[in-house]
T-cell receptor, first 108, second 113 residues
Framework: LAKTTQPISMDSYEGQEVNITCSHNNIATNDYITWYQQFPSQGPRFIIQ???TKVTNEVASLFIPADRKSSTLSLPRVSLSDTAVYYCLVDNTDKLIFGTGTRLQVFP | SAVISQKPSRDICQRGTSLTIQCQVD?????MFWYRQQPGQSLTLIAT?????????ESGFVIDKFPISRPNLTFSTLTVSNMSPEDSSIYLC??????????FGEGSRLTVL
């Protein structure tokens, strides 16, 4: 299973774009990259998943360079409600292993 | 998507007792997972529970301590046996969606005194 490395924490202000980068140097050919969001006292929630290049949905964008050794979750115009822990996972099986995550704090 | 209900949502237990956590899914799923999240920490996978077979435990977790049942495709239980304060955690049930994403229950917050 590929290991991931993320910043422990990040701070931002409302209305700003936030980019959280995850390193996964040992990613395997069949691995997908998935991001989850977790609010206090709740289970993690799926945000976005990608294999290469760029993926965008109504919540976020995911940028994956050609070598796939890293990925960047982009949250446009964050609000206070985006304060949460964000986890980057890479795997090709249904058994997903969570890393330490990035604690994002959004200030008014 | 899948809707997952866990019971109890929280409980306070005495050392040495056991507690069974229930997980109910609104659709049939093959694989269910149990995670533990200690205070301020990330999630740790305890075991994978497939219907009709024994659960597969991750390193550091054993069946005697965390027995799991999976009687059908929509239900599973996790028992935390002979509890100690170190078992105080949130226990989360999850299932895999059609696109490979995980759906989680709200978790069961366990405090052992």
């Amino acid at each position: 299973l590929a290991k991931t490395t993320q910043p422990i924490s990040m701070d931002s202000y409302e209305g700003q774009e936030v980019n959280i980068t995850c390193s996964h140097n040992n990613i395997a050919t069949n691995d997908y990259i998935t991001w989850y969001q977790q609010f206090p006292s709740q289970g993690p929630r799926f945000i976005i998943q990608g294999y290469k290049t760029k993926v965008t949905n109504e919540v976020a964008s995911l940028f994956i360079p050609a070598d796939r050794k890293s990925s960047t979750l982009s949250l446009p115009r964050v609000s206070l409600s985006d304060t949460a822990v964000y986890y980057c996972l890479v795997d090709n099986t249904d058994k997903l292993i969570f890393g330490t995550g990035t604690r994002l704090q959004v200030f008014p | 998507s899948a809707v997952i209900s866990q019971k109890p949502s929280r409980d306070i237990c005495q050392r040495g007792t056991s507690l069974t956590i229930q997980c109910q899914v609104d659709s049939q799923v093959t694989m269910m997972f149990w995670y533990r999240q200690q205070p301020g920490q990330s999630l740790t996978l305890i075991a994978t529970a497939n219907q009709g077979s024994e659960a597969t435990y991750e390193s550091g977790f054993v069946i005697d301590k965390f027995p799991i049942s999976r009687p059908n495709l929509t239900f599973s239980t996790l028992t935390v046996s002979n509890m100690s304060p170190e078992d105080s955690s949130i226990y989360l049930c999850s299932v895999v969606g059609g696109a490979g994403e995980l759906f989680f229950g709200e978790g069961s917050r366990l405090t052992v005194l």
